[in-house]
């Protein structure tokens, strides 16, 4: 499982919040039954159609925000029942899976190539899922980011 590097330039992402533990989260009802009622608005100010799930720190150790959205403009302005945050530029690790094998991938990132790897997390940005705007079913590609950098020596 080895990435590709991409420079990550900000952008905006507008769509609903699930707050809490990610192993306690429940993806695809954010998906389905919250972000699906506000779909049209939405892809209405898309700008490039694609979705994205976007991991927010809090100040909660083990505490997520999961944003499921789409990118929109910076004038964008958030109709009621829905957020809008900016993701900050970063250099990313991005891995290649499918819509069915993403909790796998989040799970080798974290737990086999980053400790390997030689980079560390960058908790300055945050981690996302890119979803093209083609995707339909489980085999379907998803893009993993994780905002990385170069690992300083060993203590």
């Known amino acids: 499982m080895e990435p590709v590097f991409k420079e990550r330039k900000a952008f905006r992402v507008m769509g609903v919040v699930a707050h809490g533990r990610p192993e306690e989260i429940d993806f ?19 700008t490039d159609g694609a979705y994205y799930g976007i991991c927010i720190e809090t100040d909660e150790a083990g505490v997520i925000d999961y944003l499921a959205g789409m990118a929109v403009s910076e004038a964008a302005q958030p109709p009621d029942g829905l957020t809008a945050h900016q993701v900050r530029a970063a250099q990313d690790a991005v891995f290649e899976c499918t819509v069915g094998t993403i909790s796998e991938v989040w799970d080798q990132v974290f737990r086999v190539w980053l400790p390997a790897s030689g980079y560390a997390y960058d ?19 998803v893009f993993i980011h994780v905002p990385v950098q170069k690992a300083g020596p060993a203590q």
Not at 28 to 46: G, N, V
Not at 123 to 141: L, V
């Open 123 to 141: 908790a300055s940005a945050e981690c996302f899922e890119h979803y093209p705007p083609d995707t339909t079913d489980e085999d379907s590609p």
């Open 28 to 46: 695809e009802a954010i998906w389905a039954e919250e972000f699906m009622p506000h779909h049209d608005r939405l892809q209405a100010l898309s």
